[in-house]
């Protein structure tokens, strides 16, 4: 998810989630991990305590971003998320089947937007492989883990730490949900319109 302006100002949130594995004793279990960073690769927001089965849009349902949302708190911005999120007035989805060259444009702006996120996450990983690695960890130090390690990932941007190479091959862990199709009602989809009928007319 990816938060943008109305008046051309730097985008300002991004949202995304992912997997990482920790070994539960002898089970294996994963966390779903949400994450809000700024234009800067900055995190704003990390929330690491939902199973890795657990949808997308359900840990955004219960997570103080949506209750800030839900109360004005964007203001004239729009958080974007891909397909698994229901579009409401404050959080702008793709479009499944952009019929027209302006609903093209929208998508193609949607998915550069989001792609900082997924920046954002691999210098994180890369500057701290141990994010990436299967099984080394229980769970509740795992969670720990996540957190300091966004921390220190903020500490090293705002010292402005040169972005590290990766070392080792971490994989891609980002994943993307299956699409849902969701109920996107007239009064959740307006707000998307009317960015695209004022934003991508050609």
């Not at 939902?50 to 840990?59: E, K, L, R, V, Y």
């Not at 959080?91 to 444009?105: A, D, G, Y």
């Amino acid at each position: 998810m990816a938060s943008c302006s109305s008046d051309d100002s730097d985008i300002e949130l991004f949202e995304m989630m992912l997997d990482f594995d920790a070994d539960s004793d002898i089970v294996h279990v994963s966390i779903n991990v949400q994450v809000v960073c700024n234009a800067l690769l900055i995190f704003q927001n990390v929330v690491a305590r939902w199973p890795g089965s657990t949808h997308d849009a359900t840990i955004f349902n219960h997570s103080d971003l949506k209750d800030h949302c839900e109360h004005g708190g964007l203001g004239n911005r729009w958080l974007l998320g891909d397909s698994g999120y229901p579009c409401k007035p404050y959080l702008l989805t793709p479009l499944i089947n952009p019929r027209t060259q302006s609903e093209q444009l929208y998508n193609e702006s949607h998915i550069k937007t989001r792609n900082t996120i997924e920046r954002c996450i691999g210098v994180w990983k890369r500057r701290f492989p141990v994010l990436s690695l299967k099984g080394r960890l229980k769970l509740e130090n795992m969670q720990a883990v996540i957190i300091a390690t966004a921390v220190l990932h903020n500490i090293a941007r705002n010292m402005n730490l040169e972005d590290l190479e990766p070392e080792i091959s971490v994989p891609d862990m980002i994943h993307e949900n299956n699409i849902i199709v969701h109920n996107n009602f007239p009064e959740r989809t307006s707000g998307r319109q009317l960015l695209i009928n004022n934003y991508f007319q050609i």
